[in-house]
């Protein structure tokens, strides 16, 4: 089993449209999460860190759920510059090792 | 502030060849990483280097090795270039533990 796995892609979605990823994890020690994009041919960057109590940034909610190990984000009102590939980050055994899940992608269209 | 920074950014290597990828950060931060991305693998550590003075395998090590020759750079090393490490590799620092990782904007090698 892999540590972290996402849902499957792409998902294409209209503009406007609410989209919703999930990420589950193996290591229930896992301390921290994240939710980082990756546009095309480019390098990640962080979109998000995910709290135990839930955050939000403008269009975007992240959720943690300890007891099923899995984490999740909302995009809502989705935009053309949506479009891009989505990393779910997790802590891995050790504390110093950050393991990414295969990512998800995102088509947003007009 | 250049952040991370990676060169080169991209090489062809034939198999059997030698090549060092070079990574520099200036951030001060403590960590830093070697991942490579392939299509549909996501990232895959390599190798990561906690502080200053040690290093740690990774998930994929084989065929690689690091040295972190001060707190600023940390070099991958192919001895022996193969075609299945043709890939995207990606060098990150952070400060520590669940902090934000910040990441070079990658080196394209392909092996042939």
């Known amino acids: 089993r892999k540590e972290v796995e996402q ?12 989209v919703a990823f999930n990420c589950t994890y193996s290591n229930s020690a896992s301390q921290s ?23 939000e940034d403008g269009r975007f909610t992240a959720q943690l759920n300890r007891a099923s190990q899995y984490i999740s984000l909302l995009i809502r009102d989705s935009k053309l510059s949506d479009s891009a590939t989505y990393l779910c980050v997790v802590e891995g055994a050790g504390g110093f090792k950050t393991i990414f899940g295969a990512g ?3 088509f947003v269209k007009a | ?27 001060n931060h ?5 991942y490579r991305q392939d299509p549909g693998m996501g ?10 003075g040690t290093t740690d395998k990774g998930e994929v090590p084989n065929g ?27 060098c990150a620092s952070r400060q520590g533990a669940l902090t934000e990782a910040f990441f070079g904007q990658g080196t394209r090698l392909t092996v042939v």
């Open chain 1, 33 to 55: 999460f994240f939710w980082y994009r990756q546009d095309c041919r480019k390098e990640p960057k962080l979109l998000m860190s995910v709290y135990s109590s839930g955050n």
């Open chain 2, 64 to 90: 690689y090795n690091v040295s972190r020759l001060n707190k600023r750079e940390f070099s991958l090393r192919l001895e022996s270039a193969a075609p299945s490490q043709t890939s995207v590799y990606f």
């Open chain 2, 30 to 34: 403590n960590s830093m990483y070697w």
């Open chain 2, 43 to 52: 990232l895959r550590l390599i190798y990561y280097s906690a502080s200053e």
């Open chain 1, 104 to 106: 998800t992608r995102l």
């Open chain 2, 1 to 27: 502030n250049a952040g991370v920074t990676q060169t080169p950014k991209f090489q062809v290597l034939k198999t059997g060849q030698s090549m060092t990828l070079q990574c520099a950060q200036d951030m």
């Open chain 1, 7 to 18: 849902d499957p892609g792409p998902f294409n979605v209209p503009e406007g449209a609410t």
